[in-house]
């Protein structure tokens, strides 16, 4: 009988009603499905703000992806500023972003190199808003930045793009 597999997350943060604010410095995580900063609200605004997050892991646990950042409001807006993002693992995440009002993310550097990786994620029921630096995804069937506003406005800004 294989021994279960435990998923990791660096920084986790939820709010039923209130607002989530994560400010981190250098965070790595390793093994299947880890992730390095994960913030949920119900009602809240979720802010993040990143120097270098590392997922390292390079497969998956059930249905856990490795995620880099990733954040999410049910009913408020998400704003992450991020200096470095990375994710080794399949499906991972370099940075995500998903919410009942808007998004806005602004990304020094996002890279995934596993298969199905998205290097930037943003989805918002409001105005999703994304300033990328530089980007690079080497997996098969990988994204560089994949945005939508389900009822706003989408921007996106990239300087520099590289899939391969």
């Known amino acids: ?52 997050t590392e997922v390292k892991g390079t497969g998956q646990t059930g249905p856990f992806t490795g995620d880099a950042i990733t954040g999410t409001s049910q009913d408020g807006n998400v704003t992450i500023t991020s200096q470095n993002a990375s994710s080794d693992a399949l499906y991972g995440t370099a940075i995500g972003g998903s919410a009942g009002g808007n998004v806005s993310i602004t990304s020094d550097t996002a890279k995934t190199t596993g298969d199905g990786g998205v290097a930037i994620y943003a989805v918002a029921a409001g105005n999703t808003q994304v300033n990328s630096g ?17 009822s706003g406005d989408v921007s996106v800004v990239s300087e520099n793009l590289t899939t391969t």
């Open 1 to 52: 009988m294989s021994k279960p597999r435990k998923v990791t997350f660096r920084y986790r943060a939820e709010s039923k009603s209130g607002d989530v604010t994560i400010t981190s410095g250098h965070v790595v995580t390793t093994g299947d499905s880890g992730a390095g900063i994960v913030a949920t609200a119900t009602s809240g605004n979720i802010s993040i703000t990143a120097d270098q």
């Open 134 to 150: 530089t980007l690079t995804t080497t997996g098969d069937d990988s994204f560089g930045i994949s945005a939508r506003a389900n």
